[in-house]
């Protein structure tokens, strides 16, 4: 198997991951306040992956501290405007808003980078934006959460495309470790900002939350992403992670959290179909040489 395939496959399995993150989180966050469950979730990620290997420091320099740095930037900002946007929207403009750096990826990879981007991409683009507002059930509607979820899309591309772009020339482990410590930075300040400081989490179903999207949808999953984007160009990294909407809702069905509709399973289906249309018969297994451009 080709490293680009091996690649995408291990994107599948991060999508799959957020996706049954978000169905533990939904509750969760009902009974503790956000940036504390995201600041748990980012420190608890940090931690574990400094016991694993706690040598890591000695591959941090000055180049990969920066890199680092930026990319938890733009993915630390990413999930405070989707928090701040998910408080003035509704579930499903989030969810849409958010998903469209499945679009704004290979757009802003283009105008920083001058990446072009393939026509078969292309097409996968549009058709997982089309699946994406289907998945909105058309809702429209235009004001400062959809502005700040705008601003959370633009930070995931860049996010993107900044792995693309740098994820090749660091060791893996320790560019995720800088990242994720950002993260959890930027949602502290979020928790004593929003939340009123420090919250411990109230029961053992928060705890069980918190822990899983620590160790496999944030310290695993990034790990993987980061190492994955070596080997993938942005648009098709982005369309497989997209695809975290639909194992969201494919699990909350699964275990009767949520019933689906006409509209999530027609949407659910084109946007898988979009993934296919990118990833069926592709044959390139040669690192990307650009350094582009979310979750």
């Known amino acids: 198997m080709g490293r680009s395939r091996l690649a995408a496959l291990a994107l599948i399995t991060v999508a799959i991951s957020w996706g049954a993150g978000f169905v533990l989180m939904e509750p969760a966050i009902e009974k503790h306040p956000t940036f504390n469950f995201l600041a748990f979730r980012f420190t608890i990620a940090v931690l574990v992956m400094i016991a694993i290997r706690p040598k890591l420091f000695r591959s941090i320099d000055k180049t990969l501290l920066i890199h680092g740095s930026l990319l938890g930037l733009a993915l630390g900002g990413g999930y405070v405007t989707q928090t701040i946007g998910l408080l003035f929207s509704t579930a499903a403009l989030t969810g849409f808003f958010t998903g469209l750096y499945v679009a704004l990826t290979p ?16 097409v996968g683009v549009i058709v997982a934006t089309i699946g994406l507002g289907i998945l909105s059930a058309g809702s429209v509607a235009f004001g400062w959460g959809e502005i700040s979820l705008i601003a959370c899309a633009v930070l995931f591309a860049l996010h993107i495309i900044g792995l693309g772009l740098w994820s090749s020339k660091h060791d893996s482990f ?31 179903e928060v705890w069980f939350a918190i822990i899983f999207t620590a160790i496999l949808a944030t310290a695993v999953a990034f790990l993987v992403q980061t190492w994955a984007q070596g080997f993938l160009e942005p648009s098709r990294v982005a369309i497989i992670l997209t695809s975290e909407v639909v194992w969201a809702a494919a699990i909350a069905y699964g275990i009767g959290q949520e019933q689906p509709t006409f ?11 979009a993934m296919l249309l990118v990833e069926w018969g592709s044959k390139n297994k040669e690192l990307v040489p650009l350094e582009p451009m979310a979750h």
């Open 263 to 273: 509209l999530s399973l027609l949407g659910g289906s084109v946007m898988i179909t």
């Open 107 to 122: 757009i802003l990879a283009w105008v920083f980078l001058r990446q072009k981007i393939s026509k078969k991409a292309l």
């Open 174 to 204: 320790a560019l995720t470790v800088v990242q994720l410590a950002v993260c959890a930075v930027i949602s502290w300040i979020g928790a004593f900002a929003f939340d009123g400081g420090v919250q411990l989490p109230p029961d053992a």
